[in-house]
């Protein structure tokens, strides 16, 4: 099972990038996922997290901005960010509860930067 987490970018402060993590291999379902966050000197955060069932949870800092999201059939799960500010600026990782076989692993992908400009 692979993570690909892609969407990053620069963008200008008020902008909006959508983020999306494409799970694949030989996946029977996909647990909860997160997309976590690390800026340079700072611990990593969960910024949001969905389950199997849909149901959503935010760091505060991010809602009302960010909504994350799922496409079940692609193995897929999305990260719309709107409103952007400098401090959203980070390396932004998914990480996902996977059942492929006979138990649940957890995977992580590469990351992807996120630049907001002042």
């Known amino acids: 099972v692979q993570l690909q987490a892609s969407g990053g970018g620069l963008v200008q402060a008020g902008g909006s990038l959508r983020l999306s993590c494409a799970a694949s291999g030989r996946i029977i379902s996909i647990k909860n996922v997160g997309w976590y966050r690390q800026a340079p000197g700072k611990e990593r955060e969960l910024v949001a997290g969905?389950?199997?069932?849909?149901?959503?949870n935010y760091v505060d800092s991010v809602k009302g901005r960010f909504t994350i999201s799922r496409d079940n059939a692609k193995n897929t799960v999305y990260l719309q960010m709107n409103s952007l500010k400098p401090e959203d600026t980070a390396v932004y990782y998914c990480?996902?509860?996977?059942?492929?076989?006979?138990?649940?692993?957890?995977?992580w992908g590469q990351g992807t930067q996120v630049t907001v400009s002042s």
């Open positions: 990480n996902a509860l996977v059942l492929a076989g006979t138990h649940a692993d957890n995977y």
């Open positions: 969905i389950s199997e069932s849909g149901s959503t």
